[in-house]
T-cell receptor, first 113, second 117 residues
Framework: GENVEQHPSTLSVQEGDSAVIKCTYSDSASNYFPWYKQELGKRPQLIID?????GEKKDQRIAVTLNKTAKHFSLHITETQPEDSAVYFC????????????FGAGTILRVKS | EAGVAQSPRYKIIEKRQSVAFWCNPISGHATLYWYQQILGQGPKLLIQFQNNGVVDDSQLPKDRFSAERLKGVDSTLKIQPAKLEDSAVYLC???????????????FGPGTRLLVL
């Protein structure tokens, strides 16, 4: 089955700097890759997603890149702010119908002001 | 629009006891998911419903876990009997696409935090 690995497990950056989180996946049939942000004690919330027919997608300070050949995708946050501090999860679609998500273990991002 | 609702928010039980969680998805969402999130890990899918039918329950420990979605709306997840390793947050999510494909956004509920002593 699908396996998603996420790195780093923790990331500390200075406010205003950029943060990059990387994920690799194993199932070449995966074609949907969302990123979720989870603040302490709260529900995961989708922040951006990318489908396999696109190599890059950007939404204000957040961007995601996908390399299907290498089977990895990355989240880029520019001009980080303290409110970006949270746990970030990547996920990849899986299953015979691509109908389920397999999540990475998460990255704790701390933005120091 | 109202989000995914879950109850209770917290539950503490002793091992070997039973517990049930309830989820009300976003109105009109055909697909409902139950995830288990152990501390420090990403959510792991337990079961997926499309309307009131099971699409995927390959990772549901069926000897102790059960779930149902009557009338294709609300869902309950039950653990009987509970073990210490069941301590986790149980997240319910829903998505609008009736085909059940994961391409559509999954909206998560606030979760139920279970502690088994």
């Amino acid at each position: 089955g699908e396996n998603v690995e996420q790195h780093p497990s923790t990331l500390s950056v200075q406010e205003g700097d950029s943060a990059v989180i990387k994920c690799t996946y194993s199932d070449s049939a995966s074609n949907y890759f969302p990123w979720y942000k989870q603040e302490l004690g709260k529900r995961p919330q989708l922040i951006i997603d990318i489908r396999s027919n696109v190599g890059e997608k950007k939404d204000q300070r957040i961007a995601v890149t996908l390399n299907k050949t290498a089977k990895h995708f990355s989240l880029h946050i520019t001009e980080t702010q303290p409110e970006d501090s949270a746990v970030y999860f990547c996920a990849a679609s899986s299953g015979p119908y691509g109908n389920k998500l397999v999540f990475g273990a998460g990255t704790i991002l701390r933005v120091k002001s | 629009e109202a989000g995914v609702a879950q109850s209770p928010r917290y539950k503490i039980i002793e091992k070997r006891q039973s517990v049930a969680f309830w989820c009300n998805p976003i109105s009109g969402h055909a697909t409902l998911y139950w995830y288990q999130q152990i501390l420090g890990q990403g959510p792991k899918l337990l079961i997926q419903f499309q309307n009131n039918g099971v699409v995927d329950d390959s990772q549901l420990p069926k000897d102790r876990f059960s779930a149902e979605r009557l009338k294709g709306v609300d869902s309950t997840l039950k653990i009987q009997p509970a073990k210490l390793e069941d301590s986790a947050v149980y997240l319910c999510a829903s998505s609008p696409l009736s085909s059940g494909r994961a391409r559509e956004t999954q909206y998560f509920g606030p979760g139920t935090r279970l502690l088994v002593l």
